[in-house]
């Protein structure tokens, strides 16, 4: 167990790893967006296609990790521990970032965009506080707070871990594919822009397409840690074919992406949110195991 506890650990940290890389290749990338903060002239289509292929999982795996623990620290700590912890390390650190340090990359986007900033006082309460509002890369922060307390809320439901280890069920992963690529058809059908972001009462800040798809896996990783399915080694056999169907759905991702541009309508959008969704679930399962 010891071992296995250190391998989550190192999954969650090489995952925060390729975040950052996603990051950093978007100043080298072809077609870097134009809010982007520094873009090299000296682009790449190499970039462009490590974007396109780390924007798809990374997050997934992070909230599926934090899911998967929630429970074991809820257990350990009781409710008042457990909400208190996550207000220490959670939700302290979002208010400041978001209220302290995302003004700058608002101000640096808007100066990308060839926007006048103004002095910074009349930018904080004027710009940041309206149009040009973002939460940077603290809103990972406000999405996680918020499905933790959705987990304490829920959490009698889910009960004691079972006694002993099954398997991996892959009709539950398969309803839960299959429950986010509904979310995903659904909101991409008011909002066909699968990259928007949306702010809620400049409180949460989020991309509403992939909101869906990421409580769900957060959920997964509650259920998976329930039924203790990582516990023991997977044959080599199922391992190697959730990998290989991981790395065929990354492939149609990007291919996709790249083909059908960043709108998308009806059978477009329904099979883009399909793969999308599926890559995003069968690589995160793929490194769990």
């Given at each position: 167990m010891g071992e296995r506890f250190y391998f989550w650990d190192r999954m969650r940290i090489w995952s925060v790893y390729a975040v950052l890389l996603l990051h950093a290749g978007m100043t080298y990338m072809v077609g870097a967006p134009a809010w982007w903060y520094v873009i090299d002239r000296n682009h790449s289509l190499f970039f462009l296609y490590l974007v396109l292929l780390l924007d798809i999982f990374p997050m997934s795996v992070l909230f599926f990790v934090a899911g998967h623990f929630a429970p074991a620290t809820l257990h350990g700590r009781g409710k008042t521990g457990f909400l208190i912890g996550k207000i220490r390390r959670?939700?302290?650190?979002?208010?400041?970032?978001v209220l302290f340090v995302a003004p700058f990359f608002s101000a640096a986007s808007?100066?990308?965009?060839?926007?006048?900033?103004?002095?910074p006082v009349t930018f904080y309460t004027t710009l940041f506080f309206g149009p040009a509002y973002q939460q940077g890369v603290y809103w990972f922060l406000g999405v996680l707070l918020l499905f933790f307390?959705?987990?304490?809320?829920?959490?009698?439901?889910?009960?004691?871990?079972?006694?002993?280890?099954?398997?991996?069920?892959?009709c539950v992963v398969l309803l839960c594919w299959i429950a986010s690529v509904a979310l995903y058809?659904?909101?991409?059908?008011?909002?066909?822009?699968?990259?928007?972001?949306?702010?809620?009462?400049?409180?949460?800040?989020f991309q509403q397409l992939r909101i869906g798809g990421y409580l769900l896996i957060f959920f997964l990783?509650?259920?998976?840690?329930?039924?203790?399915?990582?516990?023991?080694?997977?044959s080599k056999a199922l391992a190697l074919g959730v990998l290989l169907s991981a790395?065929?759905?990354l492939c149609a991702t990007v291919l996709l992406r790249l083909k059908l541009g960043g709108e998308?309508?009806?059978?477009?959008l329904l099979l883009y949110g399909a793969v999308h969704q599926g890559a995003a679930f069968l690589t995160t399962i793929a490194a769990a195991l």
């Open positions: 959670i939700a302290v650190p979002w208010i400041i970032g808007m100066r990308s965009l060839g926007y006048p900033v103004g002095n307390l959705l987990f304490l809320l829920l959490s009698p439901f889910f009960g004691e871990q079972d006694a002993e280890t099954t398997p991996i069920n892959g058809y659904g909101v991409g059908s008011v909002q066909p822009n699968i990259d928007a972001w949306l702010n809620v009462g400049f409180v949460l800040y990783g509650v259920y998976a840690w329930k039924k203790r399915w990582f516990e023991l080694r997977p790395l065929v759905l998308l309508r009806g059978l477009s």
